[in-house]
């Protein structure tokens, strides 16, 4: 990592136009957009919009760096503290490094692991049947709509022991409200006087409101062994630490999950739907695991043995990558093949740059749920599938994450028909501000009939 004595090569810069720089070639699709950069610059370059000049480090090499050697060269808590400030929540998870990072995940992980969601697999199927039996009339409805609906009452479940009916607008105001917030305090590309915008106050209380009543819930149930028990009581018995840090808190698991579970769910039904082949042979491959389990959903533990589903979810996350860069500072000057980087530097980390390039996956842009299962097996070459991020920040709760979703579509696909409401259309992904696709994209639900 370090070459100390060895002059340092010049960090290139991505192409732009005057003034604007690389504006253009994010706008319209901001993963597209350091996917080409990368292709074009390596793995380290700056680009320009107006007059910030931002640093991105991407590639097998650079996740290895992150999750090796360099993983003490980055900081998070840098890029996260205006935020931290509004909430007036400096032990929020996000914003810690180094040990005190560590432990708090320590802690967290308890709650947040493939154990939970595995342990809790039958009540999670009568609460998803619950939900689904909602859209299962034969109309159109959007996707993003059922699969924030679906993911929200499921984590709900999990966290809380009670399942939270969240309507439509307030699952929309946790995105607009973590967007906004997102943009003014943390990327800083929206002025600050978007916070005083009547759109983002109504917003803002519509969440608020919501956390109050989490935090009423939780408190009647401190009895209970549970991620949100321990987190009261840890502030309750802190006199340095104040009850408006509970807030971004207990929101988190709910705006990560409409944001990454969600978003993913709806990608992967845009594919399915569209793809009549695709869906029967999941389906097919679903349908044999359960008659092998006396027709019930099989238990967590086979998930990962049923091919087309396993191969359906991974290539999902590949190619639409949720968390597809994450934003950190130099912790310490360091230097990277070459490359000086200063402390205080920000650093834009495309971790899921991999995923688009062929010396890993062959033919990038293909949806091919194949290269996930033998003989290819295309992600096993270390360090090109991330779909979680890299490094001491890395999603905590990725196991969790991937035992819901793997468990959430056979249950679907087991139960349910689905077909889209306007055939063949596809959809452009908008970013919200991580990838997903608009309400427009709509798709029709029924219970499947069994002879």
């Avoid at 650079?62 to 003490?72: A, C, H, M, Q, T």
């Avoid at 929309?172 to 305090?185: A, F, H, I, P, R």
């Avoid at 991999?354 to 996956?361: A, E, L, N, P, R």
Wanted: hydrophobic letters at 40%; proline letters at 6%.
């Amino acid at each position: 990592m370090n070459t100390a004595s060895a002059p340092s090569r010049s960090i290139p810069v991505a192409r732009g136009l005057p003034l604007i720089g690389s504006l253009f070639r994010l706008i319209p699709d901001p993963l597209e957009g350091f996917v080409s950069m990368t292709r074009e610059c390596g793995s380290a370059f700056y680009f320009k919009i107006f007059h910030q000049k931002m640093l991105v480090m991407a590639g097998t090499d650079v996740n290895r760096f992150l999750s090796e050697e360099g993983k003490d060269c980055i900081i998070s808590a840098e890029y996260w503290k205006d935020l931290v400030t509004y909430w007036e929540c400096p032990h929020v998870l996000i914003a810690l490094d180094g040990q005190p990072h560590i432990d708090e995940r320590r802690l967290w992980k308890r709650y947040i692991s493939r154990d939970v969601a595995n342990g809790e697999q039958t009540q999670m199927f009568d609460v998803l049947r619950n939900c689904a039996d909602l859209y299962a009339h034969g109309n159109a409805i959007s996707t993003r709509q059922f699969c924030r609906t679906i993911i929200t009452r499921e984590l709900s479940f999990l966290f809380t022991g009670e399942v939270f009916h969240l309507p439509p607008e307030l699952a929309q105001s946790l995105v607009e409200y973590m967007k906004t917030l997102l943009s003014v305090k943390a990327t800083k590309s929206w002025p600050r006087f978007v916070m005083h915008l009547p759109f983002f106050r109504k917003h803002e209380k519509n969440v608020k409101k919501f956390a109050d009543e989490l935090l009423r819930r939780a408190r009647t149930h401190l009895d209970e062994d549970s991620l949100f028990s321990m987190v009261i009581k840890r502030v309750d018995a802190d006199p340095n630490r104040n009850e408006a840090e509970l807030v971004p808190i207990l929101l988190l698991p709910f705006i990560a999950g409409l944001d990454t579970l969600a978003n993913a769910m709806t990608f992967l039904f845009h594919e399915l739907v569209n793809d009549p082949e695709l869906l029967a042979r999941v389906r097919a491959d679903v349908d044999a695991a359960c008659e092998a389990n006396d027709g019930r959903v099989p238990p967590p533990e086979q998930m990962r043995s049923i091919p087309a589903l396993f191969g359906l979810c991974q290539e999902t996350l590949r190619r639409y990558p949720i968390a597809f860069a994450s934003m950190r500072h130099a912790a310490k000057d360091f230097d990277y093949e070459g490359y000086h980087v200063n402390a205080g530097q920000q650093i834009i980390f495309f971790t899921s740059s991999s995923h688009f390039d062929s010396q890993f996956f062959r033919d990038p842009y293909k949806f091919d749920i194949d290269r996930f299962l033998e003989p290819r097996m295309e992600q096993r070459a270390r360090y090109a599938f991330s779909p979680y991020g890299r490094g001491p920040h890395i999603c905590l709760g990725a196991a969790m994450a991937e035992s819901i979703f793997l468990s959430t579509v056979a249950c679907l696909l087991r139960d349910y028909d689905f077909s889209a409401a306007i055939p063949g259309k596809r959809y452009k992904t908008i970013y919200e501000p991580g990838p997903s696709i608009s309400d427009k994209f709509s798709m029709q639900i029924s219970k499947r009939a069994f002879s």
